[in-house]
């Protein structure tokens, strides 16, 4: 997918909601204005973007198709569509009016309303070829599929979150999943990654929390590059400070450290956002077993290194590209644009959160109040990926922040693996 497919993509997809919210469309039995945004699994077939409706117990996937795709590729789109029921209680194709001089918007309206329509709640949108925001609800959806497996989409954010996971270790964490396909191992990809490499059970005997090293034996740094990353580190130099008996302190990091442990524990927080996170960007599957692009990303690692160039750039393109990042920066750049010279850049992402709050970008929070100033969670980590990765920078004047757009076109441009 190239920058303008992705930006064409985020257009027609950002008009469908507002329609919905706004009221403008209805979708089956008049819902709409409840619909939010969320992201969607790694699972085939994997939609191109979903909705979520959590006061009528809703799934919503679309399948969305650029004006240079093939009369073939459409009607792909929707067996697509159909093969989405799997997962979602509706979907949507959402198509150009033309191919070049083909009016293919009208040809497939005539074959949903002949032959889906009033069979599938699967529906049509058209876009104008040279306006994407204009939009048109041809075919509507009039049922719901009451026996999908809606908890296959489950991230509430549409772009994947990332948690300060340094790329070596994301890296790493491939190897163990790759170990897991071809049998090598027979426990759970992350699971195995944590006992032998991240923090084996060594170091709580030893009250020691070396370095996490990667495939090619280097020490893996925190984003920052500025220290090593450990594991536990803090809580292990607690236990050292005990002066009395440190049984049942030690006993305590045990059970932190457990990756059988059922419940709330260190080990299932990290293992919750990392996993979530490679999930969401497709590397591996809801079922644990790596994809087939997290194993070409994982194989380009292990060639030329998981430190290397190369590997970084990928590694980007997909954040930005299928963890949607893109679509952030996009509407941070017009904000910065917007508010030049007024606003500083703790103020626009403010009025970012605002704004995906009223639109349904992000699942509403009644609780949040409106232009609050406090910025603590909002893109936090997204933040400081894109500037280890050089993505965003600091500027002159207000806000002091840019965009590396020269690099954002390049890495979204590289040929797919």
Avoid at 194 to 202: D, G, I, K
Avoid at 250 to 271: E, H, V
Avoid at 384 to 389: A, G, K, Y
Wanted: proline share 4%.
């Amino acid at each position: 997918m190239s920058i303008n497919h992705h930006l064409l993509a985020k257009t027609t997809t950002d008009q469908i909601l507002f329609n919905f919210k706004s009221a403008a469309w209805t979708s089956v039995n008049g819902t709409g204005v409840d619909f939010y945004r969320i992201g969607c699994n790694s699972n085939f077939p994997s939609p191109d973007a979903a909705f979520k409706d959590d006061t009528n117990k809703l799934t919503i996937a679309f399948e969305f198709k650029p004006p240079t795709e093939t009369k073939r590729g459409i009607m792909t789109g929707v067996g697509q569509s159909l093969a989405y029921l799997n997962s979602s209680n509706l979907s949507y194709l959402v198509i150009p009016e033309y191919l070049q001089d083909f009016k293919i918007g009208q040809f497939v309206s005539d074959l949903f309303t002949s032959q889906i329509s009033t069979k599938l709640p699967v529906g049509l949108i058209t876009y104008d070829n040279n306006n994407p925001s204009d939009v048109k609800l041809l075919n509507n959806v009039s049922l719901v599929n009451s026996s999908a497996f809606t908890n296959a989409m489950t991230n509430n954010r549409f772009w994947a979150k990332h948690q300060d996971l340094p790329i070596p270790l994301f890296h790493l964490l491939l190897h163990c999943y790759y170990l897991k396909k071809i049998g090598q191992i027979s426990e759970d990809g992350f699971a195995f990654c944590w006992n032998n490499f991240m923090f084996p059970s060594s170091n709580i005997k030893t009250l020691n929390s070396p370095d996490v090293l990667d495939i090619q034996g280097n020490v893996i740094k925190t984003l920052s590059g500025i220290k090593n990353i450990k594991f536990m580190e803090k809580k292990i130099n607690k236990v050292k400070k005990i002066t009395g008996s440190k049984i049942p302190a030690i006993k305590k990091l045990f059970q932190d450290a457990d990756s059988t442990f059922i419940g709330d524990n260190y080990y299932n927080s990290i293992r919750k956002n990392y996993v979530t996170f490679l999930k969401h960007i497709e590397m591996i599957d809801s079922n644990g077993e790596i994809t087939e692009d997290g194993f070409k990303l994982y194989h380009l690692g292990l060639v030329n290194g998981p430190s290397s160039k190369l590997f970084y750039d990928y590694f980007i393109k997909t954040i930005l590209l299928t963890g949607h990042h893109l679509d952030l920066i996009f509407d941070l750049d017009n904000l910065c644009n917007q508010y030049k010279g007024a606003y500083n850049f703790n103020q626009i992402k403010q009025e970012m959160l605002t704004d995906y709050d009223s639109r349904g970008m992000i699942k509403s929070n009644p609780k949040r109040i409106a232009k609050t100033s406090s910025t603590v969670s909002f893109l936090k980590y997204e933040e400081i990926l894109w500037n280890s990765l050089g993505l965003k920078t600091t500027s002159a004047g207000t806000p002091n922040v840019s965009f590396n757009w020269k690099k954002i076109t390049e890495v979204c441009s590289l040929p797919d693996l």
